[in-house]
């Protein structure tokens, strides 16, 4: 089934240890988004990917690395957590950023830092 | 700099119609998305406007006017399962998206 897949669905991570979200699409994407969702802030972007090769920083990078190796992986790493980076985290990837395509998500993971 | 805003959070009864706005303020346009997230889940698609005017997709439509940076969701007989959250988002000149903060809709019998 075509998608956008994330892996672990739900982690407890203890501070100061380092973590990689997994992100995976199969649709062939060119862009791809990480996001964090915490109550009432809405979806904060961390990172971007216009392409396979280039990443570029969102409104909040700090404390986050990703990379895009290739067209289907887009992976977020916390270097050495803390208890602010918990939050849901998603996945999205789109088409292209040459028009005015929809993103898809995937299923979230809730990152719990303590 | 570049601003959505919602609601943060509207109550509906099942069965009536409910209208969530969005007003935006953004470096160029290229369209608007709403979005719907149920609790616990991922946003998922909704609707798409580029051009001003209703587009009508059942239940739902969504209305755009580009020159008052406005756009409203028109959710009609609601029903328990349309209690979830509504985002809007923006595609901005450079094709980025721009999220609102979204806006709790809260349906009750």
């Known amino acids: 089934i075509a998608g956008i897949t994330q892996a672990p669905t739900s982690q407890i991570l203890a501070a100061g240890r380092r973590m990689t979200l997994r992100c995976t699409q199969d649709?062939?994407?060119?862009?791809m988004y990480w996001y964090r969702q915490d109550l009432g802030l809405g979806l904060r972007l961390i990172h971007y990917?216009?392409?396979?090769?280039?990443?570029g920083k969102g409104e909040v990078p700090d404390g986050y690395s990703v990379s895009r190796a290739n067209t289907d992986d887009f992976p977020l790493t916390l270097a050495s957590a803390v208890p602010s980076q918990t939050s849901v985290y998603f996945c999205?990837?789109?088409?292209?950023?040459?028009?005015?395509?929809?993103?898809?998500f995937g299923q979230g993971t809730r990152l719990t830092v303590v | 700099g570049q601003n959505i805003d919602q609601p943060t959070e509207m109550t509906a009864t099942e069965g009536a119609i409910v209208q969530i706005n969005c007003t935006y303020q953004?470096?160029?346009?290229?369209?608007l998305f709403w979005y719907q997230q149920h609790a616990g889940e991922a946003p998922t698609f909704l609707s798409y406007?580029?051009l001003d005017g209703l587009e009508e997709k059942g239940r739902f439509s969504s209305f755009l006017s580009r020159s008052k940076g406005y756009s409203y969701l028109l959710l009609k007989e609601l029903q328990m399962k349309d209690s979830a959250s509504y985002l809007c988002?923006?595609?901005?000149?450079?094709?980025?998206?721009?999220w609102g903060a979204g806006t709790k809709l809260i349906i009750k019998p």
């Open positions: 999205a990837s789109r088409t292209g950023v040459d028009r005015a395509s929809e993103a898809f």
């Open positions: 649709m062939r994407h060119n862009a």
């Open positions: 990917s216009n392409t396979a090769g280039t990443t």
């Open positions: 953004t470096s160029g346009f290229n369209g």
């Open positions: 406007n580029v």
């Open positions: 988002a923006v595609i901005d000149s450079n094709y980025q998206l721009i």
